[in-house]
C-alpha cells in the first residue's frame, strides 16, 4: 500500500511538471487540491483556453491507471490539451449569466448528496440539511453539451442580493417545472415480518439526474402517502433517484442491509447517496432517519 501511494506521488508530480513543460501559448494550466462530491483530496489541473468562458479540470487520480499501462505521461498531457481546445466554452453551459440573478432564478433546479461523507466539500456551497443529506440549489443546464447542474457558493449571494433562505425556497419552487418528477412501480412482494404485501416504487426527475431530491418537491411525499393510504420507507438508490416501500411494519434493519449491500456492489462512487434509510409518517407529515438508528 505503501509503495502504491509512493508511486502515485510520483505520478501526480511527474504529471504536473510535463503539463507546465507542455503547455500550449494560448493556454495556461493551474494546479490545487480539491474537495469534490464524494471525493476527497483531488490533484487537479485546470487547462485555461484564453478567451472562454469554461474551461475543463481534470483529475490525476483518474490518469493512473493509464500510466500504470504504459501510456507516457507527454501523451496523456496532449490529449488533456487536445481535450481543452475542442471542448472549453465561450459561454457557460444553457448560456446562463451568472451576473443576472433573473436567468439563474429561473434555471433553479435541487440535487442532494451525503452531508456528512462531503462535509468538507459543502462549507462554501449553499444547501439545507435535512437529517445526513445536504438539498442544494444548482442551476439546472440542458443544452448542446447535455444535462448539467452548476453548484452554487455562497459567494453569490452578496453578489445577487438574496439570502440563502431565499435561493433555497426559489429552487424549490421552480424544480418541480424545471426538472419534473415521475413515479412509477416496481411491483410488490410480501413483507418478511408481515403477510401484507409491500409496494415498491421508484421516483425520480424525468431526466434521472440528481432527481433523488424529488422527495423534498413541495408537498411531494404528502401525496404519495394519501394515495397510497400508507406510511413510506424511502431507500436512496443513488443521487438520482430513490425507492419507495409502503410500510407494512418491515423492520428497518433489513432494509438497511439491502441498501449497504446494494450501494457496495451497483453504485458508483460518484453517484453514491448514503447507505441510510428513512421513513415517512403521513399522520405527522414528518421525513426522518431510522437506520442508522
Not at 87 to 113: A, F
Not at 168 to 177: F, G, L, Q, T, V
Not at 233 to 258: A, H, K
Request: negative net charge; aromatic residues 10%.
Amino acid at each position: 500500500m505503501k509503495n502504491q501511494t509512493k508511486e502515485k506521488e510520483k505520478f501526480y508530480k511527474l504529471m504536473k511538471e510535463t503539463m507546465v513543460r507542455l503547455v500550449p501559448g494560448d493556454m495556461e494550466v493551474g494546479f490545487e487540491r480539491i474537495t469534490k462530491q464524494n471525493r476527497k483530496g483531488l490533484h487537479a489541473c485546470t487547462v485555461v483556453r484564453k478567451g472562454c468562458a469554461a474551461s475543463p479540470t481534470f483529475y490525476f487520480e483518474d490518469l493512473y491507471d493509464a500510466y500504470r499501462s504504459g501510456i507516457p505521461v507527454e501523451e496523456i498531457a496532449e490529449s488533456l490539451f487536445r481535450f481543452a481546445r475542442e471542448n472549453s466554452l465561450k459561454s457557460l453551459p444553457g448560456n446562463i449569466d451568472m451576473e443576472d440573478y433573473e436567468c439563474v432564478r429561473k434555471n433553479l433546479g435541487l440535487t442532494v448528496i451525503g452531508e456528512e461523507r462531503n462535509r468538507d466539500y459543502l462549507k462554501d456551497i449553499i444547501h439545507e440539511k435535512i437529517e445526513d443529506l445536504a438539498l442544494l440549489p444548482v442551476i439546472f443546464t440542458n443544452d448542446e453539451c447535455g444535462l448539467g447542474n452548476i453548484k452554487i457558493k455562497k459567494e453569490f449571494l452578496t453578489y445577487w442580493g438574496v439570502t440563502e433562505k431565499e435561493l433555497i425556497r426559489e429552487a424549490k419552487i421552480n424544480a418541480p417545472d424545471l426538472m419534473p418528477l415521475t413515479f412509477r412501480q416496481l411491483g410488490e412482494r410480501v413483507g418478511a415480518a408481515t403477510e401484507e404485501r409491500e409496494e415498491l416504487f421508484v421516483i425520480s426527475n424525468t431526466y434521472f439526474a440528481g432527481g433523488a431530491a424529488v422527495v423534498f418537491y413541495p408537498h411531494v411525499l404528502e401525496a404519495v402517502g394519501m394515495a397510497l393510504g400508507k406510511d413510506l420507507f424511502l431507500l436512496p438508490s443513488s443521487i438520482n433517484e430513490m425507492i419507495m416501500v409502503t410500510d407494512t411494519g418491515q423492520d428497518p434493519r433489513e432494509l438497511y442491509e439491502i441498501v449497504r449491500e446494494v450501494n457496495r456492489t451497483q453504485v458508483p462512487g460518484s453517484e453514491l447517496l448514503t447507505d441510510a434509510v428513512y421513513h415517512y409518517d403521513r399522520k405527522a407529515d414528518s421525513f426522518c432517519r431510522v437506520q442508522p438508528a
